[in-house]
DNA sequence: TGATCTGTAACCGGCGCGGCTACAAATGGC
DNA sequence: GCCATTTGTAGCCGCGCCGGTTACAGATCA
């Protein structure tokens, strides 16, 4: 179980809707009522999104977020590590170190595979930007293909 | 934050052992003394890996768990998907359908993209196997290629 | 000044996870 | 057959994260 968080689809889907009403400052209630959730949530992730220097924001009346980047300039790495501030992707316990070799040396070796594996993710979230989502969502519902094909030797080893 | 559950690492952890532990069986207590947890979540573990035809599990006296294939035939996606039932890396919220194009239709763009993502981490996954995390971890090469006691596919549960 | 909007704290309920106990069932030694 | 060992599994608990909600102070503009 245990998924990544949805503040990082939230805050693509706020960086989307940003994208569309351009130029103009849109309120986190006026957000909320697209995400389908609660103006705080919003301000929540957009303050992130304003951390990470994606979103101007205006406090006040008449205020609100706009994009601060071209939507072609942010990408979804940027989305991901500005609201999911997580370092390490897979959880590794504690191995007893008075065991034997195994117990004792593990977590430094899984660490190094678990985060080329979390890089991995982050490399093919770096490849799609705001303006590609804009894109597919407002353009014709574009076509779901819901069975994307696996480019790997997975089974080779699962049925050697 | 919300990490890929310790599960992961910990089947990791055991399948290692048992690769150490060569041929003969390994109980949960044992197990649970390497990795530093308890039994029962040790036979947890070891079950998905049993139902993923990744051990062999005998119970009643001098029983336990051995491996059910050479640790260079398992791969770190193989654990991967026999311990984390997940179909979804990401969470993705539902977007208010009567508000806007961006909120009706962003969930399946989305969905598209966070699958290529989740697909790219189990890509990486596939290129370690259990042998390549015993030689890291014990500094010697597994000792494969040698043992023809273990090409037993299925219908000899007990041996010797 | 008053209305609007952000920023943030505080609290809640839900849920997944790991640790733990307890017990039935399977298994092998005697 | 009897007993010790071990798995399999059902519960229960506490912890921590997450999203939803209320409340309120501060900023901003007409």
Same mark, same amino acid.
């Given at each position: 179980?245990?998924? $990544?968080?949805?503040?990082?689809? /939230? ?7 940003l ?6 400052? /849109? ?14 949530? /919003? ?12 979103v101007q924001?205006? !406090?006040?009346?008449?205020?609100? !977020? %706009? ?5 072609? =300039? $942010?990408?979804l ?24 070799? $195994?117990?004792g040396?593990i977590?430094?070796?899984?660490q190094?595979?678990f985060?080329?594996?979390?890089e991995?993710? %982050?490399? =093919?979230?770096s %490849?799609?930007t $705001?303006a ?19 480019? /790997? ?8």
């Amino acid at each position: 179980m245990s998924t $990544i968080s949805s503040r990082v689809a /939230v805050a693509v889907h706020v960086l989307a809707f940003l994208a569309w009403k351009r130029g103009e400052p /849109v309120t986190s209630e006026t957000i909320a009522g697209s995400v389908n959730t609660n103006a705080v949530v /919003v301000r929540r992730i957009v303050g992130a999104l304003r951390n990470a220097g994606l979103v101007q924001v205006q !406090a006040g009346a008449g205020g609100g !977020a %706009q994009l601060a980047r071209e939507p072609n =300039q $942010i990408t979804l790495l940027d989305v991901y590590r500005a609201v999911e501030e997580k370092e390490e992707l897979f959880a590794v316990h504690q191995g007893s170190r008075s065991c034997c070799d $195994i117990g004792g040396n593990i977590r430094s070796v899984l660490q190094r595979v678990f985060c080329r594996a979390h890089e991995a993710m %982050q490399a =093919q979230l770096s %490849q799609t930007t $705001i303006a590609d989502v804009f894109r597919d969502v407002t353009g014709r519902t574009a076509q779901c293909a819901g069975e994307p094909s696996f480019a /790997v030797p997975a089974g080779a080893a699962s049925e050697a």
